[in-house]
Nanobody, 123 residues
């Protein structure tokens, strides 16, 4: 059974950095159809950084230049490196993978989601 488990969330002050990790079991990240999402209470989940087809990368406007996504550990880990964090970056962060529906280059349905890891950035 495929599982995605995020870790690395924390509380920190603005300007700091965090690395979030998504560890997959029974699955290997492929370099497309996967990404990181963020949700805050009362709002819809939004894409932070996603990889579509064929390996196109899209960042949320607020994160470009500060966030980096990579695959590590023999493609069993999806890492989100977050730098110069700001209060608006706070939220529950989820990794998603195993896209099985695309509109153009971009995923519209993931098979697998993690349970999330909380990031709180204070001013």
């Amino acid at each position: 059974q495929v599982r995605l488990v995020e870790s690395g969330g924390a509380s920190l002050q603005a300007g700091g950095s965090l690395n979030l990790t998504c560890l997959a079991s029974e699955f290997t990240f492929r370099g497309y159809g996967e990404g990181w999402y963020r949700q805050i209470p009362g709002k819809e989940r939004e894409a932070v950084v996603t990889i579509g087809l064929p390996g196109k990368i899209k960042f949320a406007e607020s994160t470009e230049g500060r966030f980096i996504m990579s695959r590590d550990n023999g493609d069993k880990t999806l890492t989100l490196q977050m730098n110069n964090l700001q209060p608006e970056d706070s939220g529950m962060y989820y990794c998603a993978a195993g896209c099985n529906a695309y509109t153009g280059s971009w995923c519209t349905r993931y098979q697998y989601w993690g349970q999330g890891t909380q990031v709180i950035v204070s001013a």
